[in-house]
């Protein structure tokens, strides 16, 4: 993050959440917030998502905007379920523009939204100017996950360790150091269970298939030139192993195919690249 702006991958990750609302490809998750709050009209969305000047191909945008939907309906899904089994917490880590808390339909459930205190300020004067009210049962908690502690941010923000919550922590992961991840992972291991976590990795560059390392290496130069470099990767047995060795007893990690095939009910198709995964981990007792 570049200090004193508010995070441009966030911004890029709501416009493909967006135009994922208005374009034709299978609707894997409905936001109807998500075109308000990036700000801009479905013509100018379409005229960025299809612009010719982008360095990715249509296919691959495509494919990228479909995970980015089917994330956020795992981790919408795994709210529910947390919800139907008794949790009243959740905790988004690295909210960005996320409209979970604004159209928040368990009405007996707190939201914290935690992230950056220079993103959260603009997303605050989005909400504003998108005219979308705050809900009574949402708080804010800023903090810096590399120099602030979760701990007393969101014992800031109310919220109660001695009671079950679901965590939701997407897009985030890549972008801090693997201290950090390390320390948010005993944190949130550490809650009252049952408590679950969502959230999403890369694989490590040595993992690119030959022909996806130009592609790869580009995207990961476009990140850092924003000031926001990728700087932490895992394959999914080591998060696996740093999961179970933090305390969570069940793994559910899927690959982008899978989890976007799981929604739309077809069969995964080959890809040629390594793609991100997604995971829900969960702590029993
Ligand atoms: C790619 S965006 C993802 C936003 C949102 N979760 C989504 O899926 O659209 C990355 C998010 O991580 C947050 N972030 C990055 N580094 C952070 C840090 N050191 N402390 C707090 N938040 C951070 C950014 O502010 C931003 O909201």
Same mark, same amino acid.
């Given at each position: 993050?570049?200090?004193?702006?508010?995070?441009?991958?966030?911004?890029?990750?709501?416009?493909?959440?967006?135009?994922?609302?208005?374009?034709?490809?299978?609707?894997?998750?409905?936001?109807?917030?998500?075109?308000?709050?990036?700000?801009?009209?479905?013509?100018?969305?379409?005229?960025?998502?299809?612009?010719?000047?982008?360095?990715?191909?249509?296919?691959?945008?495509?494919?990228?905007?479909?995970?980015?939907?089917?994330?956020?309906?795992?981790?919408?899904?795994?709210?529910?379920?947390?919800?139907?089994?008794?949790?009243?917490?959740?905790?988004?880590?690295?909210?960005?523009?996320?409209?979970?808390?604004?159209? !928040?339909?368990?009405?007996?459930?707190?939201?914290?939204?935690?992230?950056?205190?220079?993103?959260?300020?603009?997303?605050?004067?989005?909400?504003?100017?998108?005219?979308?009210?705050?809900?009574?049962?949402?708080?804010?908690a800023?903090v810096?996950?590399?120099?602030q502690?979760l701990?007393a941010g969101l014992?800031a923000?109310?919220?109660?360790?001695?009671?079950?919550?679901?965590?939701?922590?997407?897009?985030?992961?890549?972008?801090?150091?693997?201290?950090?991840?390390?320390?948010?992972?005993?944190?949130?291991?550490?809650?009252?269970?049952?408590?679950?976590?969502?959230?999403?990795?890369?694989?490590?560059?040595?993992?690119?298939?030959?022909?996806?390392?130009?592609?790869?290496?580009?995207?990961?130069?476009?990140?850092?030139?924003?000031?926001?470099?990728?700087?932490?990767?895992?394959?999914?047995?080591?998060?696996? !192993?740093?999961?179970?060795?933090?305390?969570?007893?069940?793994?559910?990690?899927?690959?982008?195919? !899978?989890?976007?095939?799981?929604?739309?009910?077809?069969?995964?198709?080959?890809?040629?690249?390594?793609?991100?995964?997604?995971?829900?981990?969960?702590?029993?007792?």
């Amino acid at each position: 993050m570049q200090l004193g702006q508010p995070s441009r991958t966030a911004l890029a990750t709501a416009y493909a959440r967006a135009y994922h609302q208005i374009a034709s490809e299978p609707r894997i998750f409905t936001d109807p917030l998500a075109v308000r709050i990036a700000g801009i009209t479905p013509e100018q969305l379409a005229d960025l998502e299809t612009s010719t000047s982008q360095e990715d191909d249509t296919d691959m945008r495509r494919r990228r905007r479909l995970f980015l939907a089917a994330r956020a309906r795992f981790a919408e899904d795994t709210v529910a379920d947390a919800v139907a089994a008794g949790s009243r917490q959740v905790v988004i880590l690295g909210a960005g523009l996320d409209t979970f808390a604004y159209r !928040n339909p368990h009405p007996e459930v707190r939201v914290f939204e935690v992230d950056h205190p220079d993103t959260q300020e603009w997303k605050r004067q989005r909400l504003d100017a998108a005219d979308i009210a705050l809900p009574a049962a949402l708080t804010f908690a800023p903090v810096d996950f590399e120099s602030q502690t979760l701990a007393a941010g969101l014992a800031a923000a109310g919220f109660d360790r001695s009671r079950p919550a679901v965590f939701i922590w997407l897009g985030v992961v890549m972008y801090l150091t693997r201290d950090t991840i390390l320390d948010t992972l005993r944190f949130v291991a550490g809650q009252t269970p049952p408590v679950r976590l969502v959230f999403d990795y890369l694989y490590p560059a040595s993992a690119a298939l030959p022909g996806e390392v130009d592609q790869r290496t580009a995207r990961a130069d476009r990140v850092a030139a924003i000031g926001e470099p990728w700087l932490s990767f895992f394959t999914a047995d080591e998060i696996a !192993n740093v999961l179970r060795e933090t305390g969570f007893s069940q793994v559910d990690d899927r690959d982008a195919p !899978n989890l976007i095939a799981g929604y739309l009910g077809i069969t995964p198709r080959p890809v040629a690249t390594v793609p991100p995964h997604v995971l829900c981990a969960i702590r029993t007792a």
